[in-house]
């Protein structure tokens, strides 16, 4: 959590299943030390995991490159509009 905690993230993209911790239990700390910053959550479980719910979004693998870069400039567009509408 060092580096994101003390460089820019425009977007962070995560696994579920990681060695030492969840996906879910990552994006809740991020989301405690930078809340504005998006978070995709990626996985290839068949049920969403517990907690899911903190990511801003869910994608499943298995979908295809323009699929997840869509995905991608929905999220970073929609956060950029909340920001500016905050402002």
């Known amino acids: 959590m060092g580096l994101f905690g003390c460089n820019p993230v425009d977007l962070v993209v995560t696994d579920q299943l990681l060695p030492d911790l969840s996906g879910v239990e990552m994006i809740a700390e991020m989301k405690r030390i930078k809340p504005d910053v998006p978070v995709l959550l990626l996985t290839g ?3 969403a995991p517990p907690g899911f ?5 869910l994608l499943s693998k ?3 490159p323009p699929e997840f870069l869509s995905a991608i400039a929905r999220l970073i567009s929609g956060s ?3 920001g500016s509408a905050t402002a």
């Open 80 to 82: 950029r509009a909340a």
């Open 45 to 47: 479980l068949v049920d």
């Open 62 to 64: 298995g979908i295809t």
């Open 53 to 57: 719910e903190q990511a801003d979004m």
